[in-house]
């Protein structure tokens, strides 16, 4: 298997931003930037987002960077993510708040946020076999996978921290595999969440969903 050109400079551009990257950290994708895209839309000036599972840093960083007046707090459980965030965001010059947490965990002493964006872990672990070998060999598992038998075991949690540190109206912003479309809206539902949308991205697949409180 090829390594990662990206892994190889050391560097991945992301929303026009050139960004850090390493073996141990997720290499951004163009269909999250499309994730960016839609918080950007609605997010008003002076927003407080919370980004979970940030890895290089990437969508807290252009989210810091594109909307005037934003507050971002990025937390991930991976040492090594939050070294290169902390990089990324030392070296562009982004008001983001770099912070160690659990996304399985309550997160709730993080505060109240009017927009919380992740792309968390979302493939199950037997997928493994179709996908590229530079991905497997290189890319951080725990970035990428999860067990078959709870694979929405992230957006449960996250979706669960948002009932308690959304603020009335606040929104939801997940990526998410193309299969889960219909589960995760179920499950938002069954939470409470409101005006849930299922979109599909540039290349046609269920990618992103999200939802009020």
């Not at 992230?154 to 998410?176: C, P």
Request: charged fraction near 20%; glycine fraction near 8%; charge should be negative.
């Amino acid at each position: 298997a090829a390594r990662p050109v990206q892994y190889v400079l050391g560097t991945a551009e992301f929303c026009g931003l050139q960004l850090s990257v390493r073996e141990g950290v997720l290499i951004p994708r163009p269909e999250t930037e499309e994730l960016v895209e839609r918080v950007v839309g609605v997010a008003d000036c002076g927003a407080r987002i919370l980004d979970v599972g940030t890895g290089s840093g990437a969508i807290a960083i252009s989210l810091a960077k594109m909307v005037e007046g934003t507050e971002v707090t990025a937390v991930d459980i991976s040492e090594q993510a939050l070294q290169v965030a902390l990089e990324n965001v030392a070296r562009i010059g982004a008001n983001v708040t770099v912070v160690k947490a659990d996304a399985l965990g309550d997160m709730s002493h993080l505060g109240l946020f009017d927009i919380i964006v992740s792309n968390p872990p979302y493939i199950p672990q037997s997928d493994i076999a179709a996908m590229h070998a530079n991905v497997v060999d290189y890319e951080p598992h725990t970035a990428l996978f999860v067990a078959d038998d709870d694979a929405l075991c992230f957006y449960r949690s996250i979706a669960q921290n948002g009932v308690k540190m959304l603020r009335t109206g606040g929104a939801l912003y997940f990526e998410i595999y193309e299969q889960f479309g219909k589960q995760i809206r179920q499950m938002l539902e069954q939470m409470g969440y409101n005006d849930i949308v299922v979109a599909k991205d540039i290349f046609g697949k269920e990618r992103m969903v999200w939802s009020r409180r």
